[in-house]
């Protein structure tokens, strides 16, 4: 099964979770959207251990099964239909979350997160993990 990780699932992947180490392990492929990477990267430079958590996330970034992806042109169709489809139900998701939601449907994977803004979408390819 391929999956796509948001922020929230890598990190949860640092601290040793289980579920998201296991969802890892048993993928096909895992997709690290360039806005997750960006994020973390923000995340690591207001951190005390920036150095640390860059060695990390590029050694993950190197395992086989990790691919790092853009948003095309395609992309932004997903984009402009779930930001309609957020406002209209009164869901406010960041920006990031749009990309994030756009290319977890453009791929045809599934998101893992540890998020609940996504609950308020009823947004049916998502793993939804607890802490």
Known sequence: MKYLFDT???????KGHKDVANTLKNA???LMPSVVIAELRYGFMLGAKREENEKLLT?????????????????TDYFVNIAVI????????????LWIVALTEQWDVTLVTFD?????LDY????????
């Open 59 to 75: 050694r993950f970034i190197a395992n086989k099964k990790i691919r790092v992806i853009l948003p095309d042109n395609a992309t």
């Open 28 to 30: 096909e492929n895992i």
């Open 8 to 14: 929230t699932a890598y990190s949860q992947l640092l």
């Open 116 to 120: 609940n803004v996504f609950k308020h």
């Open 86 to 97: 957020a406002h209209k139900k009164g869901v406010q998701l960041s920006t990031h979350d």
């Open 124 to 131: 049916k390819k998502k793993l939804q993990l607890e802490n």
